[in-house]
């Protein structure tokens, strides 16, 4: 297992565009699941973009220490439980239509905002999605 400096660094060896660190990484899931609790608007692309942040936090945990996983599973823990209750599961009907789906176990491409608003509520929209709320701003 590695250190929090060596997982970064060996992350961004199989593509990540940075050496993140865990904070780093776990303060942009913080800022997304905020910004979708809100009505997250920026357009889908932007979206996509943003909910890669958890995707290079399931490969961190994956070779983290046990001791630093130990350490920061309570706080993903809140903000996957956040992120579950501001977002629908449409088995990824939506979002795939936009960018293709992971793997199953990156459940969290398989939601998509409960507030549907501006640019990303429109493709959310267009792409069929049902059940979330609407917001017109």
Known sequence: MATE????ELLHQRGWRTAFTVAERMNAWAALVSA??????????????DVHCRDWLHEAWLLLDEHVVQLWTPRIKALDARYKA???????????????LASPDLWWWRRHSRILTGDLGRSIRSAGAIGADQDTA
């Open 5 to 8: 400096t060596e997982v970064g």
């Open 36 to 49: 979708i609790d809100r009505g997250y608007g920026d357009d889908i692309y932007e979206y996509t973009n």
């Open 86 to 100: 501001a977002t629908i599961d449409d088995d990824g009907e939506a979002l795939d239509q936009f960018h293709r």
